[in-house]
């Protein structure tokens, strides 16, 4: 009898023993799928799953607790992955993310693809070498404008961006504008990558050729400047620049004096700009919007001068 209690007895301890040691049963750090270790400038060290690029200069670092807090990268002095290899420079130069990706969203591969669909190309070099421009833009006068200015503007973008530098990309777009004058031209792309999705872009262009509103034709080259903060690459804010030369239309009857007036027209405009395939249905919409509003304009009667 006694025999038998002290056989009960230690089988309970190894059952104990081994249940305290199986790391299936009890959670740790080291059952984690993936450990990122982040060395602070400041010697102190946080274990995480994930870090990833956030906009201006941060780095979004995932705690394995399951909380989350932003660092700026400065302040980061190396980022070793679960493989001990060492990822400082992916996650601070190149704005990659290491470790396990958020729910929901996909993982960039070591190449930089991001999926089967060409549309999630898009981001610094890191995501991908370069990505499409499709955009539709809507600006209005920022000082109100007068009779025979420019008012307001509708135009489409075609181009493309080479990822030049790891936060850097270059290219070029062909544009098309309608509105209280309409234009043709073609503008170079200058893109400084904040995050994977937002950027400021500067795009200095040369206008081919114009019409003018009223009884103003256009004269010559113009030209034309935008500065676009990008949120997304959906979504952006723009103010636009130009500068047109035109003179006046010499069918202008009511003031012949005035026929060979030449006047130069420039303006700042403010506006929203849409991208990615949103940006194609708008100016589709746009066009077709324009068409039927065009096709019920009444039409002037034809003035006879006796």
């Given at each position: 009898m006694r025999r038998s209690a002290w056989i009960l007895t230690l089988s309970l301890l190894g059952v104990a023993h081994t249940a305290q040691a199986d790391p299936t049963l009890t959670p740790s750090a080291e059952t984690t799928p993936a450990i990122v270790m982040v060395y602070l400038e400041s010697g102190d060290s946080i274990q995480a799953i994930r870090v990833q690029p956030a906009s201006v200069d941060m780095l979004r670092i995932g705690r394995l607790d399951g909380t989350?807090?932003?660092?700026?990268?400065?302040?980061?002095?190396?980022?070793?992955?679960?493989?001990g290899t060492d990822r400082t420079k992916d996650a601070l130069d190149r704005r990659k993310l290491i470790g396990i990706p958020p729910p929901g969203k996909p993982r960039w591969t070591e190449s930089g693809s991001a999926g089967p669909s060409r549309f999630l190309h898009y981001g610094p070099r890191s995501i991908t070498k370069s990505f499409?421009?499709?955009?539709?833009?809507?600006?209005?006068r920022a000082e109100g404008g007068v009779s025979g200015e420019r008012s307001y503007s509708i135009a489409f973008d075609l181009g493309r961006m080479v990822n030049v530098t790891d936060r850097t990309a270059m290219g070029g777009t062909l544009f098309l504008s309608a509105g209280s004058g309409a234009d043709f031209g073609v503008r170079a792309r200058f893109r400084r990558w904040i995050s994977d999705r937002s950027a400021l872009d500067i795009s200095p262009g040369v206008i081919f050729f114009h019409d003018?509103?009223?009884?103003?034709?256009?004269?010559?080259?113009?030209?034309?400047?935008?500065?676009?903060?990008?949120?997304?690459?959906?979504?952006?804010?723009?103010?636009?620049?130009?500068?047109?030369?035109?003179?006046r239309s010499p069918?202008?009857?009511?003031?012949?004096?005035?026929?060979?007036?030449?006047?130069?027209?420039?303006?700042?405009?403010?506006?929203?700009?849409?991208?990615?395939?949103?940006?194609?249905?708008?100016?589709?919409?746009?066009?077709?919007?324009?068409?039927?509003?065009?096709?019920?304009?009444?039409?002037?009667?034809?003035?006879?001068?006796?």
């Open positions: 989350e807090v932003f660092l700026p990268s400065n302040h980061v002095a190396r980022v070793v992955d679960e493989r499409g421009i499709t955009e539709t833009s809507a600006f209005t003018e509103p009223d009884n103003w034709e256009g004269r010559g080259l113009g030209l034309v400047g935008e500065a676009v903060w990008s949120y997304s690459r959906t979504l952006g804010i723009a103010a636009q620049v130009y500068s047109v030369r035109r003179t069918y202008w009857w009511v003031d012949p004096e005035a026929a060979d007036l030449e006047d130069r027209d420039t303006g700042l405009m403010l506006g929203l700009k849409i991208g990615g395939r949103q940006g194609v249905f708008s100016a589709i919409g746009a066009s077709v919007v324009g068409l039927v509003v065009a096709a019920n304009q009444p039409r002037d009667n034809p003035v006879t001068v006796p």
